[in-house]
């Protein structure tokens, strides 16, 4: 399975307790599909996740029930189709969300998004519907793509207003619609967190530092390709424990010998144990210690 269906199976698993926020993330699930229209047409995913929630959100949000059908490639992936049969119950689908199907050009009604809870559960339903992103071993990309250009200029702006993020999407013109992008690792990392996938965002994270740590590595020395994986891995595995305690406990709060060995690994990912030791005046089996202790931390919180 792809870095992006896990991503969504994963961002599918999390209930969403307010029905406000429910509404709102059915919106964002329709809203980015061709079966947001007065018109019969079927919407296609190859994720049986997305189509049942899609599935189950139009019978609770507006009292539609979609018909739904698979079928099987050679390649034993299923493509899941959904339908509203009769222009009665995709009138009532439209009107569940303020929309009449006649709109000259489709934008976004943000009556629907009553709280902020309710704007995270909208661009999460919003990429469920239209978005991917690429796996972090090959490349930083996620993107949404979207049929009409007012509405990818709206979830443009409305991306750049999500509270608590500082994300800078881009967007431009793909094959008669629009794709709204972002392409920086740390954005993307926050965004999967935001909407409900911490464990792909820490994937995210520890590609990330596997990267730069073999690349430094390359760089200044002629080890074994095994032992630059050791390395890598090693070190982006106690930078990401560290990362959880920052947005846990807060490395501020730390016993002073642990809160300088943190920074200290944070800003020297490719540091040995010895360096760090020599770093801080202690030994490398003290500095393997602390390093051990702050794993142990961030495995509890």
């Not at 997305?50 to 539609?64: D, I, K």
């Not at 793909?174 to 911490?198: F, H, N, W």
């Not at 032992?227 to 106690?238: G, L, P, R, W, Y």
């Amino acid at each position: 399975m792809s870095f992006a269906s896990e991503t969504k199976k994963e961002i599918c698993r999390e209930e969403l307790k307010n029905s406000c926020c429910r509404k709102a993330q059915a919106y964002g699930l329709w809203l980015f599909t061709r079966g947001f229209s007065l018109q019969d047409n079927a919407v296609m995913t190859e994720n049986g996740s997305v189509a049942r929630l899609m599935a189950e959100s139009a019978a609770e949000c507006a009292g539609v029930m979609a018909e739904m059908s698979v079928s099987m490639h050679r390649k034993e992936s299923g493509v899941y189709t959904l339908s509203l049969p009769g222009e009665d119950n995709r009138k009532r689908l439209l009107e569940a969300f303020g929309h009449t199907g006649r709109e000259v050009n489709l934008r976004l009604n943000r009556a629907n998004l009553e709280n902020e809870c309710c704007m995270r559960a909208f661009i999460r339903g919003a990429f469920l519907s239209c978005g991917t992103v690429t796996d972090p071993q090959k490349d930083y990309h996620l993107e949404f793509s979207v049929s009409h250009r007012r509405l990818a200029q709206d979830l443009v702006t409305l991306l750049e207003e999500a509270e608590g993020l500082s994300l800078q999407p881009s967007i431009t013109r793909r094959k008669g619609g629009c794709v709204v992008y972002i392409k920086d690792s740390e954005q993307i990392a926050d965004l999967l967190t935001y909407m409900g996938a911490p464990g792909a965002s820490m994937t995210l994270m520890q590609a990330k530092m596997v990267k730069e740590v073999r690349n430094y590595v390359n760089r200044t020395t002629n080890f074994e390709t095994a032992n630059i994986d050791k390395t890598a891995s090693a070190s982006a595995k106690q930078v990401v424990a560290i990362h959880r305690l920052q947005e846990t406990v807060g490395l501020d709060n730390l016993p002073e010998d642990l809160r300088e060995m943190a920074y200290l690994r944070l800003e020297n990912p490719e540091m040995s144990l010895r360096e760090l030791g020599e770093a801080l005046s202690i030994s490398r089996s003290g500095a393997n210690h602390r390093i051990q202790r702050l794993m142990e931390m961030a495995k509890t919180e």
